[in-house]
């Protein structure tokens, strides 16, 4: 019950933005809506698979999980980078777009040095 009423923040989200002038809020509304789809097809809202999900919803999937395995947060402390690039390995092509996932890990610790720069 209650992870069906969380599985709804994307189009709520969407809503929100998509009818916006501003081409940043239409991009917005474009991650917001899918960034939690999966590479496979078996993602929420709409179950987009492959290149049926939009190039920043790819991104932001792959950059979602990254943040919340790397970042220390209340109720857990970070992981380390070699379990947080296990992880996106293991969801190369399942939940993740492969090609994307190839480039963030060729360039993991600039991600991490950019992460560390606001934390």
């Known amino acids: 019950m ?9 189009e709520a989200g ?4 998509k009818n916006s002038k501003r081409e940043l809020f239409k991009t917005a509304a474009i991650i917001a ?11 929420y809202p709409r179950g987009l698979k492959g290149e ?8 932001t999937a792959i950059s979602d999980v990254f ?10 402390e970070a ?3 070699e379990k947080v690039k296990a992880i996106l390995k293991a969801g190369s092509g ?7 996932v190839e480039l963030f890990l ?14």
């Open 2 to 10: 209650v992870f069906a009423i969380i599985k709804r923040h994307p």
């Open 94 to 100: 399942e939940e993740f777009d492969p090609v994307l």
């Open 52 to 59: 049926d999900i939009h190039i920043y919803g790819r991104i």
């Open 14 to 17: 969407y809503n929100l933005l």
């Open 33 to 43: 809506y899918e960034h939690h789809e999966k590479y496979n097809g078996k993602g």
């Open 79 to 81: 992981w380390d980078d």
């Open 67 to 76: 943040d919340a395995l790397s970042t220390a947060r209340v109720y857990k």
């Open 106 to 119: 060729k360039h993991y610790d600039k991600f991490v040095a950019i992460k560390n720069s606001f934390i």
